[in-house]
């Protein structure tokens, strides 16, 4: 599950306790939540592994404990008010401290205004949106108390652009450019007390999630970055890596494009 990443620990991340929402990846292969918890306890840190299924959580963290690592797997439902807080009661219980949270949980409902169903949008807001705003409110006590903690965001360059030539992703889309502002509100409200807050703008990443495209759904994606490669996961968590790390201290309220310049980068007409 482990093969392919990229780079060696190097003790950036040493003390620090961090939660990650979604980590275990849903199918075979490295998704972008699994990559952070793998590259969080490389570094150091001590990785509560949050899924509401308890037995990926637990294969994530005996293949990080077999690294050497440290990680706890939770099985919990981060939507639920009660779950959320019960995920940050565990931590605090068996490390002292919350110093990370990565709200890496997320799910799409195709459609447009037209054609979504409201048990789509609601779902998607609920998993999208609500999990962040439950488990923000569930860790900030314990950060202000410490003076101090960093919360990264995990959204989508569907959030900041609109894209064509699909069946339509209007929840999805909402969604992630909600995680945007969610993001920027926090770095706002909690810098005065030492907290900050990021948010990856992940691209066309090849993980689980999207191993329905297929090879040719794959290739699209590719030759659509400017740098003509495909990310992965890996990439991901080496970003938030830096975001949960000291050498990203001065660094609050960003949103940091893993896209391979897909947001930046156009070419001229031919």
Request: glycine share 14%; charged share 20%.
């Amino acid at each position: 599950m482990i093969a392919g990443n990229r780079g060696g620990g190097m003790g950036r991340l040493d003390g620090k306790v961090a939660i990650v929402t979604g980590a275990a990846s849903r199918a075979e292969g490295v998704g972008n939540g699994a990559a952070a918890a793998i590259l969080f306890a490389r570094e150091g840190a001590r990785v509560v592994l949050v899924n509401r299924s308890a037995a990926r959580a637990e294969a994530l963290a005996e293949a990080i404990r077999a690294e050497g690592g440290s990680a706890l797997a939770v099985a919990a439902d981060v939507g639920e008010e009660a779950d959320a807080a019960r995920v940050a009661q565990v931590a605090l219980e068996r490390f002292g401290r919350i110093d990370v949270l990565h709200n890496n949980v997320g799910i799409g409902a195709a459609g447009t205004p037209e054609t979504v169903t409201m048990q789509g949008w609601e779902m998607v807001f609920r998993t999208n949106l609500t999990t962040a705003l439950l488990c923000c409110r569930a860790v900030l006590p314990a950060m202000r108390a410490q003076g101090g903690g960093a919360i990264i965001n995990v959204s989508s360059i569907a959030g900041m652009t609109g894209l064509s030539g699909s069946a339509g992703a209007v929840a999805y889309t909402t969604t992630k450019a909600g995680l945007q502002g969610f993001t920027l509100s926090i770095a706002a409200d909690y810098a005065s007390h030492g907290i900050r807050a990021n948010c990856i703008v992940v691209g066309t990443v090849n993980t689980p999630m999207v191993a329905h495209l297929g090879e040719e759904g794959r290739e699209r994606r590719r030759r659509g970055v400017p740098l003509q490669s495909e990310g992965t996961g890996w990439d991901v968590g080496h970003a938030a890596v830096y975001l949960a790390s000291d050498e990203a201290r001065w660094v609050t309220g960003v949103m940091l494009p893993i896209d391979g310049g897909f947001l930046a980068v156009r070419a001229w007409p031919r």
